[in-house]
């Protein structure tokens, strides 16, 4: 069974980073696109990045440059997301999903995402 898992989450104070880490088991992970989004309460899922496992190309969504940074380690069936210089409004559930290359659109396997929360 394909699955995702997300992990590296936690309550951080603002300015502080954090390293999600989202790793695949199931499938072939590096033929796969692989995508971040965030939904913080009472708001809409939003995207932040993906990366093309196959050929190691990014994309992020434009609002998100910057503090973001996405990136992978096939050997190790991993993803990672690189969060800087958190604010409060970054509190939000994360999760990764398997996604379209081309555009990150996300296929519908989504995992119980990590919560990040950050004080201020």
Not at 28 to 49: C, H, L, N, V, Y
Not at 80 to 87: E, P
Request: proline letters at 3%.
């Amino acid at each position: 069974e394909a699955q995702l898992v997300e992990s590296g989450g936690g309550l951080v104070q603002a300015g502080g980073s954090l390293r999600l880490s989202c790793t695949g088991s199931g499938f072939t992970f590096d033929e796969f696109a692989i995508g971040w989004f965030r939904q913080a309460p009472g708001k809409e899922r939003e995207g932040i990045s993906c990366i093309d496992n196959a050929i190691g190309t990014t994309l992020y969504t434009a609002s998100m440059k910057g503090r973001f940074t996405i990136s992978g380690d096939n050997a190790l069936n991993t993803v990672y997301l690189q969060i800087n210089s958190l604010k409060p409004e970054d509190t939000a559930i994360y999760y990764c999903v398997t996604v379209h290359p081309s555009d990150c659109k996300p296929y519908d396997n989504w995992g119980q995402g990590t919560q990040v929360t950050v004080s201020s």
